[in-house]
């Protein structure tokens, strides 16, 4: 961002990253992984949330908790020009909780910026709020008793309200904040919800009492709420890149639109890709693949088969044919010859699917599978749309998965 660079605003800049919770909405993906570690248009989510810092901020602090060790493995205490440092918060104890964990770590009044770490955010419409100061983020949403939204008055918070019935707004919160360490003071008065936790929210609430506390808007945020939601970041990722050609492609493959193709992958004969699409490195493709729009394939993939709209992760082998659809695949999973991906209804209406418990209506009319680390399938598996198998779990030969795949409790 030309508006920060060389500037004491990038210099000196702050943000706070909270990716300390266990997500058990996007299992089986993040049973043994921390959401900000799943995997879209080629690079993890929370490495898209610093690439969007890049020029705002100089410093970051990671608050970590479940899958710490996964987290400061990938990222080191540098990414680019961005210095790295972590809070471990050793309890779940909600978001504001989660935030306390940096108090130690924030210069009294100085601003600071606060995001989520497993969710997506425009650059443009962060460097504005920080540029402001004291603010938020909102975003208008179709299911508004899904988020905290927002109540304005002459375009400053008067309250979030947090999973509404019934609202007069449409604008949801976020989670992006530009505050100061007037709210550790906040986040103490309130203290715990009802539900035992600190909740970030009512901090914010209290401090609009007393400050006036800037909404901006933008219509590109993508919150990762289901598992279904990585597809729509990975969509939004893939849009915007540019195709580079870094690995061996043989004769007679047919490459159409943005791709990318990374070091060390060979794509063999036959084999033909529609963008945008990514390959990550060291993968064989082919012979006569088929990969299709809006696929991200990680490193070390092995892939054969027939994929579209899907994400599959690093080290995963699919070598015979197959078809991949509108579905992620977790790491070291080994798909079968024959392995379908049922996404659609002969009906034509939307997908539904079980989510703690609870039957989601997902909105959309294509939906595949969602395959945890370490699967193994059967020759010739079946898969109904949206469900779901869980890490290191196996099907058998010809089998016909038409309800969630788990472990039982005594395993």
Sequence with gaps: MALFKGSDHVRKAKAVILCAGRSTRTYPLTVHRPKALLFVGGKTIIEHVLDSLVGIASDAILVVGFGSEQIKTKLGNRYGNISITYADQDQALGTGHALLQAEKLIEKDDKFMVMMGDDIYPKEAMAECFSYGISMLGQKVDNPSDFGMLETDGGFLTKINEKPFDVSSGMANTGFYVLNSRIFDALKKTGRSERGEYELTDAVNE?????????????????????????????????????????????????????????????????????????????????????????????????????????????????????????????????????????????????????????????????????????????????????????????????????????????
């Excluded at 033909?272 to 991200?296: F, K, L, S, V, W």
């Excluded at 659809?325 to 392995?339: C, D, L, P, R």
């Excluded at 049922?342 to 609870?358: C, L, P, Q, S």
């Design 207 to 411: 401090l609009a009492k007393t400050m006036r506390i800037r909404c901006f808007y933008t219509k590109d945020w993508i919150p990762i709420v289901y598992p279904w939601d990585l597809l729509v970041a990975n969509r939004s990722v893939l849009a915007i890149m540019k195709g580079r050609t870094f690995g061996r492609v043989e004769a007679h493959v047919t490459i159409k639109g943005s791709v990318h193709i990374g070091a060390g992958t060979i794509v063999h004969s036959g084999t033909h890709i529609e963008g945008p699409a990514y390959i990550g490195e060291n993968c064989i493709i082919g012979p006569n693949a088929y990969i299709r729009p809006d696929t991200c394939l990680g490193n070390g993939v092995r892939f054969r088969g027939e994929v579209v709209d899907s994400i599959i992760m690093n080290n995963t082998t699919a070598k015979h044919s197959c078809y991949i659809g509108h579905s992620v695949v977790g790491e070291n999973v080994n798909i079968a010859a024959g392995t379908v991906t049922a996404d659609y209804r002969h009906d034509g209406e939307e997908h539904a699917t079980i989510v703690n418990g609870k039957k989601i209506h997902t909105g959309l009319k294509k939906l595949g599978a969602f395959i945890g680390d370490n699967v193994r399938t059967g020759i010739n598996t079946s898969i109904y749309p949206g469900r779901k198998i869980w890490p290191s779990l196996s099907t058998r030969p010809a089998e016909i998965v038409d309800k969630d795949m788990m472990p039982h409790e005594s395993e």
